[in-house]
């Protein structure tokens, strides 16, 4: 499901949707993908339909673009530990191809396992047939895009291979054989009926009776007789409100009676199996043993919210394993623990009645800390690796099975076998957690980077020598593949597009002006900020030098009158930024009565006065390197500033065909002579005309 657009990627525009862990949710989050994919524009190029150019370009630049944008939204929806295969593809076709390479082989092994795992499923109650429905859908669908697509390729390499008449036997492959009986509405009806509990024999009869009864015409006649949970929970909610206990609570247990489902604690129980209220362990050890009168919904509620989680807990150390009585297997979150790793598709049935996927199965190593200090080595063969579990289960059913016998009280567990001990557990946080040598309670590098504001885990090196306090297992070892999605997201730039659509058709026709400054040292004629005036169509460019900011529009409509006698052209267009100068009424007025169009950027988005502010960064720049390299007093600023507006507009620009703004405002060639260093005696001659400039004006 696709969540809203959070803050980091709200800028950029990449929608967000529910990550990809492996491949118990590969095929979901693949048609959520290809539906976002599509709606960003970009899902022609990651399934390769669009191909890159092979002239450079702005076709091949734009077709670059778009490939990232689609890489970044698959970087930005996948699990961390998925990010390394994704981020070394050189573009967005290939990451994807590793995904469904990696979650998707297009293998006869992977068929058959779909085709048994279609054939062996079964609802184990007729309350859960919503549930099932919408899981023997996924499974369908699977089938039918496998087929399609193995299909389609198929023909049309035998088509094209292929000089004779008669297609060869060769061509007839599973797939194709498969692809009527996938895409038969009928046969899905079928295939679905043999899953149904034998509890709907007498529905399933019914059904049958028609020749041409299909699956869709099978799920609503399901759905008529048993609804969804949600709807079944607000009917039991409203009749619980509206009678009686004695009532209320003969009807909850009448209605129980089938599927066992406790009306106090909600569990189904082992493998659906469930029990009844009146058998209900859990109230009895939370009554002290007595029989209790039927609570409200409500009561219930807050009871299950309490004992159903009580492992999620943060308070948890790392790599701690929880010894559960009701774990049928061992199962972990982390990965690393496991060796001999073989990829799985199974699912778990948890306490609250929902199902996690584990997508490995390997071998464990617990280093076990004794009561004398010493360490036991515990392997645990057939452990689950379960990436949404959040925390190591160590199952005392299999233990048990191995032969090992416990003794315990409420200050612990001892666990022995073959008569020696082999690990001891403490209480933690209600539950009960392998007593593990010291290196295992420290924290992780995860938890280091978060307490220390995000610190970078190359920086984890120097804390030793300048931080008190370090846990006692040290500097947590840095993975190779450490990501933290936190900083991914802060890191993200806003980009602003272009958003101009016409250009000046003439010069002067449309300006862009911008104030630089202030600067740290004054001119000799006591001037601390520049503006700049840049014409659109010629990117001719003049600057004048001001004292301070409110002498801007006078300034401005200086070289708005300069041009139009020069040039004999009328300037229609001034864009600014929301500067207080020129968004005064007095300024906006002046501009009116002239005829002249004030278009203002974005406030606070300096991206959408651009060109302005481009110009700007370019001429400091090059005006410092000039300082620099004639090592000339920074009070001459101001010249080094007309010396680069002078250059710039004599050298040839990218977007003027080779032309230079010079010649494209004045229809001239360049003089030889106007090529100069930035020397001693050229700017002598400036500082005596600006010293005769500010003696006549003063």
């Known amino acids: 499901m696709a969540e809203t657009t959070t803050t980091g990627t709200k800028s950029i525009g990449i929608p967000q949707i529910d990550k990809l862990r492996g491949t118990a949710n590969f095929h979901t989050w693949r048609s959520m993908s290809i539906t976002f994919l599509d709606i960003m524009g970009v899902w022609d190029i990651v399934s390769g339909k669009t191909t890159k150019p092979a002239d450079p370009g702005s076709s091949q630049t734009t077709w670059m673009q778009s490939s990232q944008r689609a890489k970044g939204f698959l970087l930005l929806n996948v699990d961390k530990g998925l990010m390394p295969l994704i981020s070394s593809a050189a573009d967005a076709k290939t990451a994807w191809n590793r995904l469904e390479e990696k979650f998707d082989r297009k293998t006869t092994t992977t068929l058959h396992s779909l085709m048994k ?67 038969s509405p009928i046969a899905k009806g079928a295939f679905f009926i043999t899953s149904l509990p034998t509890s ?8 049958t009776t028609k020749d041409t009864v299909t699956y869709t015409d099978i799920c609503n006649k399901l759905l008529d007789l048993y609804p969804t949970a949600s709807q079944a929970s607000a009917d039991n909610a409203a009749f619980f409100s509206a009678s009686n206990k004695k009532d209320s609570r003969k009807v909850r247990n009448d209605q129980n009676k089938d599927g066992k489902l406790c009306g106090y604690c909600k569990s189904k129980g082992f493998k659906g199996i469930g029990h009844l209220e009146s058998e209900c362990r859990t ?45 049928s297997v061992h199962m972990t979150d982390n990965l690393s623990e496991l060796e001999d790793v073989r990829p799985i598709d199974s699912s778990v049935t948890i306490g609250n009645g929902d199902e996690v996927h584990a997508t490995a199965i390997g071998t464990a190593t617990i280093n076990a800390q004794l009561t004398d200090g010493s360490l036991n080595q515990i392997t645990l063969c057939d452990t689950l690796y379960i990436p949404e579990l959040q925390f190591s289960l160590l199952s005392w059913r299999k233990m048990a099975e191995a032969g090992a016998e416990k003794v315990g009280d409420v200050r612990g567990t001892k666990i022995y076998k073959n008569g020696n001990l082999a690990l001891e557990t403490v209480p933690h946080g209600g539950l009960e957690i392998v007593r593990a040598k010291k290196e295992t309670a420290a924290i992780t590098a995860m938890q280091l980077h978060r307490q220390l504001a995000h610190l970078p885990p190359s920086a984890f090196s120097t804390l030793k020598g300048s931080m008190d306090g370090i846990p006692e297992g040290g500097i947590p070892k840095v993975e190779t593949d450490f990501s933290c999605d936190a900083c991914l997201k802060a890191k993200f730039i806003r980009t602003i597009p272009k958003v101009r659509t016409t250009k000046a ?15 740290s040292h004054e001119t000799p004629t006591r001037s601390r900020y520049f503006i700049s005036f840049i014409d659109e169509f010629s990117h001719y460019s003049l600057v004048r030098f001001i004292r301070t900011r409110d002498e801007a529009p006078k300034a401005l409509m200086e070289m708005v009158q300069l041009v139009e006698r020069q040039y004999d052209v009328k300037v229609k267009k001034i864009q600014c930024d929301n500067a207080g100068e020129f968004s005064s009424t007095k300024f906006k007025e002046q501009l009116r009565s002239l005829g002249i169009h004030q278009i203002f950027s974005i406030a606070y988005i300096h991206e959408t006065n651009g060109t302005a502010e481009r110009f700007n960064r370019t001429i400091c720049g090059t005006a410092r390197a000039l300082l620099y390299d004639s090592q000339l007093p920074w ?35 360049i003089e030889e002579k106007c090529a100069r260093t930035l020397e001693l005696p050229l700017l002598v001659r400036r500082l005596v005309y600006s010293f005769c400039f500010v003696s006549t004006v003063g």
Not at 283 to 294: H, L, M, N, Q, S
Not at 506 to 515: A, K, L, N, Q
Not at 647 to 659: C, F
């Open 505 to 519: 058709l003439s010069i002067f026709e449309t300006v862009h002006t911008d104030i630089c400054g202030p600067f």
């Open 117 to 183: 795992t279609i054939l062996t499923l079964r609802c184990s109650n007729k309350r859960e047939i919503a549930s099932h429905i919408e899981q023997f859908d996924e499974l369908w669908d699977r089938l039918l895009q496998r087929t399609s697509e193995t299909s389609s390729a198929t023909t049309s390499t035998s088509s094209s291979s292929s000089t004779s008449t008669s297609r060869s036997s060769s061509t007839e492959t599973l797939e194709t054989l498969l692809l009527p009986l996938a895409s």
């Open 283 to 327: 109230k009895k050890r939370e009554r002290g043993g007595t029989a209790a009168t039927a609570h409200g919904p409500n009561t219930e509620l807050k009871t299950y919210q309490r004992y159903a989680f009580p492992t999620t807990d943060s308070r948890f150390p790392p790599g701690a394993w929880i010894l559960d009585s009701g774990a």
């Open 635 to 669: 009070t001459l600023w101001a010249e080094a500033v007309s010396h680069a507006t002078f250059t710039k507009n004599h050298i040839p620009h990218a977007s003027l065909d080779g032309a230079t703004p010079f010649t494209i405002t004045v229809r001239t060639r």
């Open 200 to 207: 709907l024999d007498n529905v399933i009869d019914n059904l």
